[in-house]
C-alpha cells in the first residue's frame, strides 16, 4: 500500500501502450524460458525477482516512470519533505553520538535525498559522505538529476555504490520502502489446525502467461511457516494462504556486517507478526501497483507493476537479534514523525506561509497524509536497528509497540 493507491479490478487497469505492451512481452518471455529451465514451475520468490530485477528488463531495471504523479505510486518522501526533515533530524541525533556517514538504501528519485542533506545542513550536522546504494541504474540517473539541483557543498558529499561498502560505517543507514519489494515465497495450507501441511504456491506458464501451481514447499519454506504457526495466538484456517519473506535474515546480516557503530532506520507498511498472519486476513497481503491503482494479480503487467507484500517485522527483529542488532525502537509512522519533530516543522512552516492559504492547506494536506490512520500513518511502521548506540531516540519518545 504505497500511498496515494486505490483499489482497482483489473478491469479499470489503464491499457497499455503498444511500446508497453511489447515490453511486458519481453519480460514474460524471459521469465517463461527461465521456468521452463527450472522444470516447468518456479518458487513465487522466484518470479517476483525476474519481474522486478531482471537486468534491463525487470520494473526497477527497466527506463519507466515508477514514482509520483506520472508513475505507479507515492512514496512518502514524495508526499512532503516534512517527512525527510523528520528523518534527519532523527539522523542528526544520531550523528551527534556516532559521527560517519549516512547510507540510503534504494533512494527512489532521490527526493529523499535531497531534502534530508538540507535540514541536515541547517541543522549544521552534515554526514561525511551521503551514499546511496541503488541496484536501478535508471533510478540511480534520475537521483543524480535531483542531486545536481543541490548546492556543490551538499552535492559532493554524495557517491552512489550498487553493491554492499566494503568498508564498515559508523553513522546512519535509511531504508524507505525496501522491506515490501524483496521478494516473498508464497504459501498455502493444508489440512485442520494442528495437522496442518505446509504448501508452496509456485508459478508455472501456460500460453502467454502464467498461473499459480500448489507444490511441495521446501525445507526452509516449510521450517519459517511451522516455527510463525507455533507463535501465533490463534490458529490458521485449512486453505490460508499468505507470505514469507526468507530474504530478511541475510539482507540484515549483510547490513549488520556493514554497520560497526550506529543506527539503521527502516520504514515500510506491515505489522507485527501476529497481526499480520491474522485467521481473517486468509488471502495473504500480496499488492501490485499500477498508476496509482492496487491490485493482486502478479501475472498480468509483467515488469511494468510494482509487486509487494506487508512487512512481518517480528521476522526483521528477529533477523537483528541473530545478527547481533539490537532493536531500539518500534513504532507508527505518525508516532515516529511527532517524535522526530513533525509539530514543530509544521508549525514553522505555516508561521512563514501565513499569507498564503493555499501552501498552507498545502501543508496541512501533506501533514494529514503522512499522520491519520486513514493515510500512511498507522499502516507504515518505522523499525530502528542498532549498534553500540545507548543514546535517546527521539523518534520513539511517544510510542513503543509490541513485536
Known amino acids: 500500500m504505497h500511498c496515494m493507491t486505490s483499489p482497482a479490478s483489473l478491469t479499470t487497469l489503464p491499457p497499455l501502450s503498444a511500446v508497453e505492451r511489447a515490453h511486458s512481452e519481453r519480460v514474460a518471455a524471459h521469465i517463461r524460458e527461465f521456468v521452463a529451465s527450472q522444470g516447468g514451475v518456479i518458487g513465487f520468490d522466484a518470479y517476483m525477482r525476474l519481474a522486478l530485477y531482471s537486468p534491463g528488463l525487470g520494473y526497477y531495471s527497466a527506463g519507466a516512470a515508477k514514482l509520483g504523479g506520472g508513475g505507479d505510486f507515492v512514496t512518502a518522501p514524495e508526499v512532503s519533505s516534512l517527512f525527510s526533515r523528520c528523518l534527519a533530524r532523527q539522523a542528526a541525533e544520531i550523528l551527534q553520538v556516532t559521527g560517519g556517514d549516512i547510507l540510503e538504501l534504494g533512494a527512489g528519485l532521490g527526493t529523499m535525498a535531497a531534502d534530508v542533506l538540507l535540514e541536515l545542513a541547517a ?191 517480528t521476522r526483521v527483529a528477529e533477523a537483528a537479534d541473530s545478527a547481533s542488532l539490537e532493536v531500539l525502537g518500534f513504532a507508527t509512522q505518525a508516532a515516529f514523525l511527532i517524535g522526530a519533530g513533525m509539530e514543530t516543522l509544521l508549525t514553522t512552516e505555516m508561521q512563514l506561509a501565513a499569507d498564503d492559504i493555499r501552501r498552507q492547506a498545502g501543508l496541512a494536506g501533506e501533514a494529514r497524509r503522512l499522520l491519520l490512520p486513514g493515510e500512511m500513518g498507522e499502516v507504515f511502521k518505522v523499525i530502528a536497528l542498532g549498534r553500540g548506540y545507548d543514546a535517546s531516540l527521539a523518534g520513539f519518545s511517544t510510542q513503543s509497540l509490541p513485536l
Open 123 to 313: 541543522l549544521d550536522c552534515l554526514p561525511a559522505r551521503y551514499r546511496i546504494l541503488e541496484v536501478s541504474a535508471d533510478l540511480a540517473d534520475r537521483q543524480r538529476a535531483r542531486i545536481s539541483t543541490l548546492p556543490a557543498a551538499l552535492a559532493e558529499r554524495v557517491e552512489w555504490l550498487d553493491r554492499w561498502p566494503e568498508q564498515v560505517m559508523c553513522g546512519v543507514v535509511l531504508a524507505n520502502e525496501v522491506l515490501d519489494a524483496m521478494p516473498v515465497e508464497r504459501f498455502v495450507l493444508r489440512g485442520p489446525p494442528g495437522e496442518q501441511l505446509v504448501r508452496a504456491l509456485g508459478v508455472t506458464a501456460i500460453g502467454e502467461g502464467f498461473q499459480w501451481r500448489e507444490t511441495a514447499a521446501s525445507p526452509e519454506l516449510e521450517q519459517a511457516v511451522t516455527t510463525l504457526l507455533d507463535t501465533l495466538p490463534a490458529p490458521l484456517p485449512d486453505g490460508y494462504v499468505s507470505e514469507v519473506c526468507l530474504a530478511f535474515q541475510p539482507w540484515i546480516a549483510s547490513l549488520a556486517a556493514q554497520l560497526e557503530q550506529g543506527v539503521a532506520l527502516l520504514i515500510d507498511y506491515g505489522l507485527p507478526r501476529a497481526h499480520l498472519y491474522h485467521p481473517e486476513r486468509s488471502a495473504g497481503t500480496l499488492r501490485c501497483h499500477f498508476r496509482h491503482r492496487a491490485h493482486e494479480d502478479p501475472f498480468v503487467n509483467v515488469g511494468l507493476q510494482d509487486i509487494t507484500a506487508w512487512v512481518d517485522f
